[in-house]
Structures are given as structure tokens and as C-alpha cells.
């Protein structure tokens, strides 16, 4: 290659090898959170990963830079890199593989290097054959290695918000890495083309594999068999920012799910009477209604949509509701799919909450991406700024995912009660699994009337609904609880293995598995 096409390939090849570093760490962190969340295990492993990587790739290029074939080596790498990148969704069943063998952090950690080392030293690789190139032209070394750095930083935020803002709401998380991987193959292949003239040609074939060989992800239409037996069939899915959102059918059930986590289990005939059904299978943001003697003229806030079962709900008892939802996506699978015709307000909850003039009787928090509760949302600023959207005797729910005896939970019912007076809080089943937590929360003692009682029939003794509140009734301790605050919210951290326990339970559950 001559010197000047190798100094203009150079510069090219560092942004973009920038750029795919850094769209790599978004992606890979998405990859990773269907595993093991979307906790600071996951950042925190994909981060360090990150760093180790170029680290070890820096001082490899360098060792690469001072021999004959350096940039035929730099090109190579991409080529290499860029081939791995788009193959990594196929990798899948390894990360579940780290997960079960060494839990939630090491395995996040593991999980990271195995499918992500090699490709992330190879494009790191570049920078320092880069500036070799470009001193031996007889340009300054101090100049040349800040350009060098400066230009790859650039890329590299060039591709942190093309793949969080554009290719996983735009393509998808697997097309993603396709692109990606296919950007930078491409560069190595031209780089080894030009420093290898006919001996790399063969090289240019290496693309054009790439993307041309199908890499099939999750599609409406297909089926899988539950461990139940249950037929799932997929009838939609999107990706947005928030995560990938799939419509599944199984049984009499409809659900949305995020990143494989069920957000809504809506039956196809609810609304024909299941009320009392509903609260009997543990649903109790539907007692919610039960709480008033008229629902006429009450006014709810829902903080986060799903498939719209808890607005709609409470619209059908005569409610005022309004929606408050951060994801588009969402919104719009509600409509299309779940038949969801109440009012939506596309906002981030807290933000609304905190510059909310309305006034509710009652305000229910149940925003989650994937399996975890925004912090945002779960701290005492963020049930300060909900109870001053609320009228003087109104009432907070909370929908929560933890364990009854977890610390997690513990540490939800004490903020709560910093910031209220009373709580109330009700598993949806037997045991101290995780599972689905009600949380009310008022100053005064929350309590419901037994108006569902027209809806159940006849029975001999106490009414089922009443005796389910009765054992479901849970009360965390506050021993040893914190307060979550916006300055110190440890949340994700207290339920990291809580939300892997979770999201094992959820993907067997509609037999997804790991290769969601």
C-alpha cells in the first residue's frame, strides 16, 4: 500500500474502529440484560471489558506497529473483529452457560469476556499502528497521537448514540450487531486488500458473506412449546430503546413482554366479568377500585402502561385515568394488540410526576423495563413528588418484583414509610419466591370494601377474595433497611439475584429460553 493510502485508510479505520467499540458496549450490554438484567453488573461487566480489552490491544498494536505488516495486521484485526461482532447474537447460549456457572456478577463478567474480548483487542488494536504509520511520514508525535486518540473518541460517540438511538429501535439488536460487525469488516477488508494487492482480494469475499449469511432472529409467527405444554405463538415484536417488545399468545392469555420479561398476562375475554377472577390470581392493583365506595368522579395515574390492563381496569370502574408511558413502542403495541383505548401521555414518569398541576385520588407506579423498577421511580423524592399529586386522602400502589423476605422489598416499605404513614403490602403467591408485590401506601390505613363480592357467586364461609388478602398480606421488616434516595439508591443491587431468579422463572415460563 502506498504511504498515502495507508495514512488515509489509517484515519478511516480509527474512527470506525472507535465507533464499533463503542456501539459493540451498547449492544453487548442489551445482549447481556436478557440474561442478567439491565442491573450495574451488567454496565459495570461491560464497561471493565471494555477497558481490559483495549488495554490488552493497545499494547499489541504497539508491538505490531514497530514490524513489518502493520497495517496488513490492523486490517486483518478488523476484518476478524468485524466477522465476530456480527456473529455475537449466535453466542446467546454460552451467556446463559456464565450465568449459570458463576451467578450474577462473575457471570456478567465471564459472559462479557467471552464474547467480547477478542473482537474489542483486535479493534483496539488499530490506533497504535495508526500513529506509526503516520510518524513515519515525519509528522510530530505528540499531534499525531492526540489527532489519532481525539478522531477514535469521536467515533466512538458516534457510535454509542447511532446504536442506542438508531440501530436498536430502527433494526434490532440482531441486525445491529449485522451492521456493525459489516462496517467493520468491510474496512479491514479494503485496508488488507490494498496491503496485500492480489494476495488479499480474497479478503473482499469476507463482507459480502457477512451479509448475505442469515442471522434470523425472533419473528412474528413463530412458536415454541412452554414446559407446560402451552402452545406460545409470537404475534408481534418490535425493539425499541426501552428493550424488545414481543406480543405472545398463550392459552387464553395475551402478553406483552419486554426483553422476555411478561409486563402484561391480560386474558382475551377479560372484561366479561373476570374482575373477581383477576383478584383471585393475585392481580391486586385490581383492588383498587374496592377502596372507594363511588369510583365516580375519582381520578387515577398510571406511571407506565404495559398492555394497558390496570388503566383500563380502572376506567371500567368508572374512573378518570390518565397514562403516563416512556416508551412509543409500547404505546402503540396496547393499542394494536391488547385493544387499550384510553388516553397515553408519552413523558418519562418522574418528570411527569414532579411537574404534575392535577390532583389524583390515586397514583400507581408500575413502570419496569424488562424485570427492574426504574431507581428514578423508587426512591423518596420520587414518593414525595407522587404524593403531592395526590389528594389529601389519596393512595400510592406500587407494583414490585422481589422476594417477601427480600432486602429489596424491605428497603421499598421503609422509603415508603418515611413518606406515608401506613403500608400495606400483598404477594400474588404462596412462598418467599419472587414474585409480584402490591405495595399501598397512604396516611391513613389502606382498606377496600367487599364489593366483589356481586361477581363471585355463591360460596359457603369467608369469601375467597377476603381470605387471599388475608394470607397474601406480607410485612417487611425494616430491620437493617435502608432508605432509598436519589443520592444513595443501592435498588438494583439489592435484587440483582432476585431479577435473575425472575427473569429464569419468566423465559421457562413462556419457553423462551436463552435464545430470546
Same mark, same amino acid.
Given at each position: 500500500?502506498?504511504?498515502?493510502?495507508?495514512?488515509?485508510?489509517?484515519?478511516?479505520?480509527?474512527?470506525?474502529?472507535?465507533?464499533?467499540?463503542?456501539?459493540?458496549?451498547?449492544?453487548?450490554?442489551?445482549?447481556?440484560?436478557?440474561?442478567?438484567?439491565?442491573?450495574?453488573?451488567?454496565?459495570?461487566?461491560?464497561?471493565?471489558?471494555?477497558?481490559?480489552?483495549?488495554?490488552?490491544?493497545?499494547?499489541?498494536?504497539?508491538?505490531?506497529?514497530?514490524?513489518?505488516?502493520?497495517?496488513?495486521?490492523?486490517?486483518?484485526?478488523?476484518?476478524?473483529?468485524?466477522?465476530?461482532?456480527?456473529?455475537?447474537?449466535?453466542?446467546?447460549?454460552?451467556?446463559?452457560?456464565?450465568?449459570?456457572?458463576?451467578?450474577?456478577?462473575?457471570?456478567?463478567?465471564?459472559?462479557?469476556?467471552?464474547?467480547?474480548?477478542?473482537?474489542?483487542?483486535?479493534?483496539?488494536?488499530?490506533?497504535? *499502528?495508526?500513529?506509526?504509520? =503516520? +510518524? /513515519?511520514?515525519?509528522?510530530? #508525535? @505528540?499531534?499525531? $497521537?492526540?489527532?489519532?486518540? &481525539? !478522531? %477514535?473518541?469521536?467515533?466512538?460517540?458516534?457510535?454509542?448514540?447511532?446504536?442506542?438511538?438508531?440501530? *436498536?429501535?430502527?433494526?434490532? =439488536? +440482531? /441486525?445491529?450487531?449485522?451492521? #456493525? @460487525?459489516?462496517? $467493520?469488516?468491510?474496512?479491514? &477488508? !479494503? %485496508?488488507?486488500?490494498?496491503?496485500?494487492?492480489?494476495?488479499?482480494?480474497?479478503?473482499?469475499?469476507?463482507?459480502?458473506?457477512?451479509? =448475505?449469511?442469515?442471522?434470523?432472529?425472533?419473528?412474528?409467527?413463530? $412458536?415454541?412449546?412452554?414446559?407446560?405444554?402451552?402452545?406460545?405463538?409470537?404475534?408481534?415484536?418490535?425493539?425499541?430503546?426501552?428493550?424488545?417488545?414481543?406480543?405472545?399468545?398463550?392459552?387464553?392469555?395475551?402478553?406483552?413482554?419486554?426483553?422476555?420479561? $411478561?409486563?402484561?398476562?391480560?386474558?382475551?375475554?377479560?372484561?366479561?366479568?373476570?374482575?373477581?377472577?383477576?383478584?383471585?390470581?393475585?392481580?391486586?392493583?385490581?383492588?383498587?377500585?374496592?377502596?372507594?365506595?363511588?369510583?365516580?368522579?375519582?381520578?387515577?395515574?398510571?406511571?407506565?402502561?404495559?398492555?394497558?390492563?390496570?388503566?383500563?381496569?380502572?376506567?371500567?370502574?368508572?374512573?378518570?385515568?390518565?397514562?403516563?408511558?416512556?416508551?412509543?413502542?409500547?404505546?402503540?403495541?396496547?393499542?394494536?394488540?391488547?385493544?387499550?383505548?384510553?388516553?397515553?401521555?408519552?413523558?418519562?414518569?418522574?418528570?411527569?410526576?414532579?411537574?404534575?398541576?392535577?390532583?389524583?385520588?390515586?397514583?400507581?407506579?408500575?413502570?419496569?423495563?424488562?424485570?427492574?423498577?426504574?431507581?428514578?421511580?423508587?426512591?423518596?423524592?420520587?414518593?414525595?413528588?407522587?404524593?403531592?399529586?395526590?389528594?389529601?386522602?389519596?393512595?400510592?400502589?406500587?407494583?414490585?418484583?422481589?422476594?417477601?423476605?427480600?432486602?429489596?422489598?424491605?428497603?421499598?416499605?421503609?422509603?415508603?414509610?418515611?413518606?406515608?404513614?401506613?403500608?400495606?403490602?400483598?404477594?400474588?403467591?404462596?412462598?418467599?419466591?419472587?414474585?409480584?408485590?402490591?405495595?399501598?401506601?397512604?396516611?391513613?390505613?389502606?382498606?377496600?370494601?367487599?364489593?366483589?363480592?356481586?361477581?363471585?357467586?355463591?360460596?359457603?364461609?369467608?369469601?375467597?377474595?377476603?381470605?387471599?388478602?388475608?394470607?397474601?398480606?406480607?410485612?417487611?421488616?425494616?430491620?437493617?433497611?435502608?432508605?432509598?434516595?436519589?443520592?444513595?439508591?443501592?435498588?438494583?443491587?439489592?435484587?440483582?439475584?432476585?431479577?435473575?431468579?425472575?427473569?429464569?422463572?419468566?423465559?421457562?415460563?413462556?419457553?423462551?429460553?436463552?435464545?430470546?
Amino acid at each position: 500500500m502506498k504511504t498515502n493510502a495507508t495514512a488515509t485508510w489509517g484515519i478511516a479505520a480509527v474512527a470506525l474502529a472507535g465507533a464499533a467499540v463503542m456501539a459493540v458496549e451498547v449492544l453487548g450490554a442489551r445482549l447481556l440484560g436478557v440474561v442478567f438484567g439491565a442491573t450495574p453488573a451488567v454496565w459495570g461487566a461491560m464497561i471493565a471489558l471494555t477497558l481490559l480489552a483495549l488495554a490488552v490491544g493497545y499494547f499489541a498494536g504497539g508491538w505490531a506497529a514497530e514490524r513489518a505488516g502493520g497495517p496488513a495486521m490492523a486490517a486483518a484485526g478488523m476484518l476478524l473483529a468485524g466477522g465476530w461482532i456480527a456473529f455475537a447474537p449466535r453466542l446467546r447460549p454460552a451467556v446463559k452457560a456464565c450465568c449459570v456457572a458463576f451467578g450474577v456478577e462473575r457471570g456478567a463478567l465471564a459472559a462479557s469476556a467471552l464474547v467480547f474480548a477478542v473482537p474489542l483487542a483486535l479493534l483496539g488494536m488499530v490506533s497504535p *499502528i495508526v500513529i506509526r504509520v =503516520l +510518524t /513515519a511520514r515525519g509528522a510530530r #508525535v @505528540g499531534m499525531t $497521537a492526540g489527532g489519532v486518540h &481525539a !478522531l %477514535g473518541t469521536l467515533g466512538g460517540a458516534t457510535g454509542t448514540l447511532a446504536a442506542a438511538f438508531w440501530l *436498536i429501535p430502527v433494526f434490532g =439488536l +440482531t /441486525a445491529g450487531f449485522r451492521i #456493525v @460487525g459489516l462496517l $467493520a469488516a468491510a474496512t479491514g &477488508a !479494503l %485496508g488488507l486488500s490494498a496491503c496485500l494487492r492480489r494476495g488479499g482480494v480474497g479478503g473482499l469475499l469476507a463482507p459480502v458473506a457477512i451479509a =448475505l449469511f442469515p442471522i434470523r432472529g425472533l419473528q412474528a409467527g413463530d $412458536a415454541c412449546t412452554a414446559p407446560d405444554g402451552a402452545r406460545v405463538l409470537i404475534e408481534a415484536v418490535r425493539d425499541s430503546r426501552q428493550g424488545r417488545i414481543a406480543v405472545l399468545r398463550k392459552g387464553d392469555y395475551r402478553v406483552l413482554a419486554v426483553d422476555g420479561i $411478561a409486563q402484561t398476562g391480560m386474558r382475551t375475554d377479560v372484561g366479561a366479568g373476570h374482575e373477581a377472577d383477576c383478584l383471585l390470581d393475585g392481580y391486586y392493583l385490581g383492588l383498587i377500585p374496592y377502596a372507594f365506595k363511588d369510583c365516580a368522579g375519582r381520578r387515577a395515574l398510571v406511571i407506565g402502561l404495559a398492555g394497558g390492563m390496570t388503566p383500563s381496569v380502572l376506567a371500567a370502574a368508572g374512573m378518570r385515568t390518565d397514562c403516563v408511558e416512556i416508551d412509543p413502542v409500547v404505546a402503540a403495541m396496547a393499542r394494536e394488540h391488547f385493544g387499550y383505548r384510553g388516553n397515553v401521555v408519552i413523558a418519562d414518569g418522574r418528570r411527569y410526576l414532579e411537574s404534575c398541576a392535577e390532583r389524583y385520588d390515586v397514583c400507581v407506579l408500575d413502570a419496569y423495563g424488562g424485570e427492574v423498577l426504574p431507581p428514578q421511580l423508587g426512591s423518596r423524592e420520587a414518593f414525595q413528588a407522587a404524593k403531592r399529586a395526590l389528594t389529601k386522602d389519596g393512595a400510592l400502589a406500587v407494583n414490585f418484583i422481589g422476594a417477601p423476605r427480600g432486602r429489596a422489598l424491605a428497603a421499598v416499605a421503609r422509603t415508603l414509610r418515611e413518606v406515608f404513614g401506613h403500608v400495606l403490602a400483598l404477594k400474588s403467591e404462596p412462598g418467599d419466591d419472587v414474585q409480584a408485590i402490591t405495595l399501598f401506601a397512604a396516611d391513613r390505613a389502606v382498606s377496600f370494601n367487599r364489593g366483589w363480592l356481586g361477581d363471585l357467586g355463591e360460596f359457603t364461609g369467608e369469601d375467597p377474595v377476603s381470605a387471599r388478602i388475608r394470607r397474601d398480606t406480607c410485612e417487611p421488616s425494616d430491620r437493617d433497611a435502608v432508605v432509598l434516595t436519589d443520592d444513595r439508591n443501592p435498588l438494583d443491587l439489592l435484587r440483582a439475584r432476585e431479577a435473575v431468579r425472575w427473569r429464569e422463572r419468566a423465559l421457562a415460563n413462556l419457553g423462551l429460553g436463552a435464545g430470546w
